[in-house]
């Protein structure tokens, strides 16, 4: 049976629109060996949620944990799903995600690090917005000092690339519309890229994204992240520009080429001696800013396939 928070409404409460769906909000908790997290979380947002005039559901996804999270979440009174092994943070999300019929969904992790007393008020900016994030740029003190540059790299390269200021590219706190989720669901990773993922896709498709400021608070318990996870966030990175904005990787890329056959060519006549290198930098320019206008429309025919549906 489904755990489902049902609370009256009254016709002076018009919150948010919910004449899409009985349910309003499904709150997905991805959990990976969180026992001593989970039941403070899920207590957290049943506490900021039940004094909204909705009904909302909380949805844990336990990702094959060994340490008894599964059964600590199964006693709080959520809906929990179990994943046999370790799937990841995405597939774990989609799934959560996938089992709710809610008009919003939203996702916050296990962790603790991410108060829930902002849910209300994201879920009143998602009446208006595709999704809307919580921004922990002015409160990052928390994140490990090690991992301090590679955030700011990968932030600053996604600003670069998507041509706008992302404030924060990961949170793990956000209010989607599912009617503006779901069809990205496909195209999202299974680890913890999830959230680097879908910023990109919905900034780079043009879909209305909001940012609230939060607090961020000290996890609870050990980060499951490697080191390796900031190739895999930066491949992603540039496979969801690609996708969506294929012209802003290529006319760059191309323009180094450019540049350097030009100088190579220059350099040659003043020593009376074409080489190969120019032609070839010239030609791969050309090359790549052809592949480039043909990914864009590529891009535009699938972007408007998925505007007709």
Same mark, same amino acid.
């Given at each position: 049976?489904?755990?489902i928070t049902r609370?009256?409404?009254t016709?002076?409460?018009?919150l948010?629109?919910t004449?899409?769906?009985p349910?309003?909000?499904?709150?997905?908790?991805?959990?990976f060996?969180?026992?001593?997290?989970?039941?403070?979380?899920?207590?957290?947002?049943?506490?900021?949620?039940?004094?909204?005039p909705?009904?909302?559901?909380i949805?844990?996804?336990?990702d094959?944990?060994?340490?008894?999270?599964?059964?600590?979440?199964?006693?709080?009174?959520a809906r929990?799903?179990?994943?046999?092994?370790?799937?990841?943070?995405?597939?774990?999300?989609?799934?959560?995600?996938?089992?709710?019929?809610?008009?919003?969904?939203?996702i916050?992790?296990?962790?603790?690090?991410?108060?829930?007393?902002y849910?209300p008020?994201?879920?009143?900016?998602?009446?208006?917005a595709?999704?809307?994030?919580?921004?922990?740029?002015a409160?990052?003190?928390?994140?490990?000092?090690?991992?301090?540059?590679?955030?700011?790299?990968?932030n600053? &390269?996604a600003?670069? +690339?998507?041509?706008?200021?992302?404030?924060d %590219?990961? *949170?793990? =706190? #956000?209010? $989607?519309?599912?009617?503006?989720?779901?069809?990205f669901?496909?195209?999202?990773?299974?680890?913890?890229?999830?959230?680097?993922?879908?910023?990109?896709?919905m900034?780079?498709?043009?879909?209305?994204v909001?940012?609230?400021?939060?607090?961020?608070?000290?996890?609870?318990?050990?980060?499951?992240?490697?080191?390796t996870d900031? &190739?895999?966030?930066? +491949?992603l990175v540039v496979r969801?520009?690609? %996708?969506? *904005?294929? =012209? #802003?990787v $290529?006319?760059?890329?191309?323009?180094?080429?450019?540049?350097?056959?030009?100088?190579?060519l220059?350099?040659?006549?003043?020593?009376?001696?074409?080489?190969?290198?120019?032609?070839?930098?010239l030609?791969?320019a050309?090359?790549?800013w052809?592949?480039?206008?043909?990914?864009?429309?590529?891009?535009?025919?699938?972007?408007?396939?998925?505007?007709?549906h």
């Amino acid at each position: 049976m489904e755990n489902i928070t049902r609370v009256t409404r009254t016709s002076s409460e018009s919150l948010l629109d919910t004449t899409q769906s009985p349910l309003v909000l499904s709150v997905v908790i991805p959990a990976f060996n969180e026992k001593d997290a989970i039941a403070k979380t899920i207590a957290e947002v049943r506490d900021s949620l039940s004094s909204l005039p909705i009904d909302y559901e909380i949805i844990v996804v336990d990702d094959g944990s060994t340490d008894g999270t599964l059964q600590t979440a199964q006693s709080s009174g959520a809906r929990v799903i179990a994943n046999k092994e370790n799937r990841g943070y995405g597939a774990s999300l989609k799934r959560g995600i996938l089992a709710g019929n809610s008009t919003y969904v939203a996702i916050i992790d296990a962790d603790g690090t991410y108060p829930a007393q902002y849910l209300p008020r994201m879920l009143e900016m998602a009446a208006e917005a595709d999704m809307i994030v919580g921004d922990r740029s002015a409160n990052m003190t928390n994140v490990p000092a090690i991992r301090r540059p590679a955030k700011a790299f990968l932030n600053n &390269f996604a600003n670069f +690339l998507a041509k706008r200021k992302i404030p924060d %590219l990961n *949170s793990g =706190l #956000r209010v $989607f519309r599912r009617s503006s989720l779901l069809s990205f669901l496909p195209l999202l990773p299974s680890g913890f890229s999830f959230t680097t993922t879908i910023t990109l896709c919905m900034i780079c498709s043009d879909l209305q994204v909001e940012y609230l400021p939060i607090e961020y608070r000290k996890r609870i318990g050990k980060s499951s992240m490697r080191a390796t996870d900031f &190739f895999k966030f930066l +491949l992603l990175v540039v496979r969801a520009i690609v %996708l969506f *904005s294929p =012209l #802003r990787v $290529f006319i760059p890329l191309g323009a180094l080429l450019f540049l350097g056959g030009v100088s190579k060519l220059i350099y040659d006549i003043v020593q009376d001696n074409v080489s190969e290198g120019a032609v070839l930098g010239l030609l791969g320019a050309v090359m790549i800013w052809s592949l480039g206008l043909l990914g864009d429309m590529i891009a535009r025919l699938l972007l408007r396939r998925n505007d007709n549906h």
